[in-house]
């Protein structure tokens, strides 16, 4: 998933305001570490989870969770688990619509991916945070004195890893089993639909994301979606290969011809105007792709494919891909 711009500069004032709701929304610190916060759970009890921060200790049922990203969220909801409080992408309000409503009415908004309102965290008296690293790691110190805070060192790839410290920290490894299995078999039987193995693999897919303000990223191998096509067991054009730190190959739209492939998949993450979508798609470059040629380019949803990062996102994507695919 593409960094939201990380938004800096909390006022000490407000600073100061986050630690006096931190103290009257948590018990006192652990006295093992200062970085750990005794949660509230119904029996009291604790367990330890290891942590991109170190061991923290978490309530072994806890009640009141906030969530920082949609891979946070999704993995929550995945587990049966609605948290109290979430953060919402930069460019939309609300939580993405591939989750059910129902499971995300209820949650309180508390300010976006990368740039959470902190009095709005502390005001919601959470026994438990989860979000990433890459996210807010130079946060970590005001959200763990908010509440045990949970931190994966990063997101995209690192998907299903980060899944198993959630389920850890929620308390729901049984249920993280049968999601897992669960998947592993519709993987399967996705790679059934489309043919078999060898057929998948004799088949180069690429996915394509305009991004508003930026150039146009051919996704490689080392990202959700990925990771997605590499589990049904696609081809990958060899300019996947070229990606910087395996996540894209970027460039403009004078190079879109460097994206072609059997099929293409495409998203956009902003206006599609200003993120050069329409015109980039409209060109004689776009139009000579083979994918285009052959009607195998398939437009996505930005939300689902690309920032869903999570098991439940990840069943609907098999579902789409196997209909846009065999249809």
Request: with cysteine; charged share 25%; glycine share 10%.
């Amino acid at each position: 998933m593409a960094t939201s711009v990380r938004r800096r500069g909390l006022t000490l004032g407000a600073l100061a305001l986050t630690g006096a709701l931190a103290l009257s929304a948590c018990g006192s610190s652990d006295s093992g570490s200062g970085s750990e916060s005794d949660g509230s759970s119904s029996s009291g009890d604790t367990h330890t989870v290891k942590t991109a921060m170190g061991d923290v200790k978490v309530p072994a049922h806890p009640q009141r969770v906030v969530v920082l990203d949609t891979g946070e969220l999704d993995s929550a909801l995945t587990l049966g688990v609605q948290p109290v409080g979430g953060t919402h992408s930069a460019t939309e309000d609300g939580f993405p619509a591939y989750l059910p409503a129902a499971k995300t009415k209820g949650i309180k908004e508390v300010g976006e991916i990368a740039n959470p309102n902190m009095e709005s965290v502390a005001a919601l008296k959470p026994d438990l945070i989860l979000t990433s690293k890459v996210r807010d790691g130079d946060r970590y110190k005001q959200l763990s004195a908010i509440a045990p805070t949970v931190m994966t060192e990063s997101t995209g790839s690192d998907w299903k890893a980060n899944f198993h410290v959630h389920a850890e920290a929620l308390g729901k490894q049984a249920e993280a089993k049968k999601v897992i299995a669960a998947y592993d078999a519709h993987v399967a039987k996705v790679t059934a639909a489309l043919g078999g193995k060898k057929k998948a693999a004799a088949t180069d897919v690429n996915f394509v994301r305009f991004v508003e303000g930026a150039d146009i990223r051919i996704y490689g191998k080392q990202n959700y979606i990925g990771s997605i096509l590499a589990d049904i067991g696609m081809g990958r054009p060899a300019i996947t290969d070229k990606a910087k730190d395996g996540f894209s190959y970027d460039v403009s739209p004078e190079k879109i011809d460097l994206a072609d492939a059997d099929a293409v998949f495409t998203s956009t993450y902003g206006d599609p105007d200003k993120a050069g979508t329409t015109r980039t798609m409209k060109s004689g470059l776009w139009k000579n792709l083979k994918a285009a040629k052959d009607g195998k380019v398939f437009k996505v949803d930005d939300r689902l494919w690309i920032a869903g990062i999570g098991y439940t996102a990840a069943d609907q994507i098999l579902d789409e891909f196997q209909t846009k695919m065999t249809g």
